[in-house]
């Protein structure tokens, strides 16, 4: 499965290694209002820049919020909707563009919008829960959809919910799913008091 990593080079917390994006999720396996109230805790208490807080999760759970929950599957991405129809809860990222408190261009929201994402993310894996971030939807048709204000910049889709069988995926998700996790060599991501030394 995906959570296993092919190339660890030090060890991390575990809450790491059950933090992975799946495409699988169990429509049948409802997430409680309690499991998501402390997963959007644990994105609220995210850092930013000047403490301004700047993202703002919509939140569309299947069962509360049905219509919702449609609307926001629809402006995904077709390939991800093929799988994310199976998720419980769908959510819209959005980050505020000024500061608040001068009316100046926050250069940091995009950074901060993924700071609370993350953090929410990893509240789930604590809880057992799945996450998956998407790039893949239509910006225009969430701010129509969601009546999103031009000075927030809708950032991502999250799915959320329990994970599932892999037999209700196409064969190409499949095999993505059964493969190990891989990342790029610390040296090459990291460098030692300038560009690329090491």
Same mark, same amino acid.
């Given at each position: 499965?995906?959570?296993?990593?092919?190339? *660890? &080079?030090?060890?991390?917390?575990?809450?790491?290694?059950?933090?992975?994006?799946?495409?699988?999720?169990?429509?049948?396996?409802?997430?409680?209002?309690?499991?998501?109230? &402390?997963?959007?805790?644990?994105?609220?208490?995210?850092?930013?820049?000047?403490?301004?807080?700047?993202?703002?999760?919509?939140?569309?759970?299947?069962? !509360?919020?049905? &219509?919702?929950?449609? *609307?926001?599957?629809?402006?995904?991405?077709?390939?991800?909707?093929?799988? /994310?129809?199976?998720?419980?809860? =769908?959510?819209?990222?959005?980050?505020?563009?000024?500061?608040?408190?001068?009316?100046?261009?926050?250069?940091?929201?995009? !950074? @901060? /919008?993924? /700071?609370?994402?993350?953090? =929410?993310? =990893?509240? /789930?894996?604590?809880?057992?829960?799945? *996450?998956?971030?998407?790039?893949?939807?239509?910006?225009?048709?969430?701010?129509?959809?969601?009546?999103?204000?031009? @000075?927030? #910049?809708?950032?991502?889709?999250?799915? =959320?919910?329990?994970?599932? @069988?892999?037999?209700?995926?196409? &064969?190409?998700?499949?095999?993505?799913?059964?493969?190990?996790? #891989?990342?790029?060599?610390?040296?090459?991501?990291?460098?030692?008091?300038?560009?690329?030394?090491?």
């Amino acid at each position: 499965m995906s959570q296993e990593q092919e190339n *660890s &080079e030090f060890i991390t917390h575990d809450l790491f290694k059950k933090r992975w994006s799946t495409r699988a999720f169990d429509a049948s396996k409802d997430v409680s209002p309690q499991d998501l109230n &402390e997963c959007l805790e644990a994105a609220r208490w995210a850092p930013s820049c000047f403490g301004a807080e700047p993202w703002r999760f919509i939140v569309c759970h299947k069962t !509360y919020e049905p &219509e919702a929950w449609k *609307s926001l599957l629809a402006c995904l991405a077709p390939k991800n909707q093929e799988w /994310a129809q199976f998720a419980p809860v =769908l959510l819209m990222v959005c980050t505020h563009k000024v500061f608040q408190h001068n009316d100046k261009t926050n250069a940091w929201a995009e !950074y @901060d /919008a993924g /700071a609370a994402s993350v953090s =929410l993310c =990893l509240q /789930a894996a604590a809880l057992g829960l799945m *996450s998956h971030q998407m790039g893949g939807f239509d910006v225009e048709a969430v701010r129509k959809s969601f009546a999103v204000p031009q @000075d927030f #910049k809708p950032m991502a889709a999250i799915a =959320l919910g329990y994970h599932g @069988d892999l037999a209700q995926l196409d &064969e190409d998700f499949q095999k993505i799913e059964q493969a190990k996790r #891989k990342r790029k060599p610390l040296m090459d991501i990291v460098f030692a008091g300038g560009w690329d030394k090491h």
